[in-house]
């Protein structure tokens, strides 16, 4: 019988396993291993033998085979399969989820130059991080300012001002008014309101 050891060496590998697919999948970067769709099917299956199907590891499995699909394959019914899926097994406690659909909105804004898939997978991790973070979480400021440069890609500057003003109230309490993050979204906040409310120009 495993011990409580044992569990938490086999969850901590399973962890590194999706780790290491879901940074593989976004990189569309198959390892000597195999083909990506092969090492997703091992760490899925890896989860599933080891902790069982009810387990966050395996939720998390399964979210990369819908990343695979949404971000390889542009087959975006089959990733939602998945996704709703990955959703299923954890029902109301899906924050191991949040950060996946993070780094998608993330690789599709700066790798697909996609905004539109961005901004909805955004909103997924969003909607996940406000349900199971406290309102101070550093994660939830990064979504927040990700999803504000999908906004402005998309010529929704006045929908990003709200996000990031969100996200300095967030940094400011948690890092201080001082530290160099902080101040450096305090400035694209700035520039955002200048952009979404130029200031009209002096005749005189």
């Not at 780790?19 to 999948?25: E, N, Q, T």
């Not at 990343?67 to 996704?83: M, V």
Request: overall charge negative; aromatic content about 8%; some cysteine.
């Amino acid at each position: 019988m495993a011990t409580s050891e044992d569990k938490a060496l086999i969850e901590r590998a399973a962890a590194s396993e999706n780790d290491w697919v879901r940074a593989r999948i976004l990189k569309n970067d198959p390892p000597p291993e195999g083909p990506l769709l092969q090492i997703a099917e091992r760490a899925r299956d890896m989860a599933a033998n080891s902790l069982g199907r009810q387990h966050p590891a395996y939720a998390v499995a399964l979210q990369n085979f819908g990343l695979y699909y949404d971000f390889i394959e542009n087959d975006t019914p089959k990733a939602t399969e998945f996704f709703n899926e990955a959703c299923a097994v954890l029902k109301e406690n899906d924050l191991p989820l949040a950060y996946g659909f993070f780094k998608l909105g993330v690789f599709h804004f700066e790798a697909n130059h996609d905004a539109r898939r961005a901004e909805a997978a955004l909103m997924q991790a969003l909607a996940i991080q406000r349900g199971g973070f406290a309102s101070d979480e550093l994660q939830l400021a990064d979504t927040l300012v990700a999803l504000a440069y999908a906004k402005v890609r998309m010529s929704e500057v006045d929908a990003a001002v709200p996000l990031v003003e969100e996200a300095v109230r967030i940094r400011r309490a948690r890092l201080g008014s001082t530290d160099k993050v902080v101040l450096d979204t305090q400035e694209r906040l700035a520039l955002l309101r200048r952009v979404g409310h130029p200031q009209p120009e002096d005749d005189g």
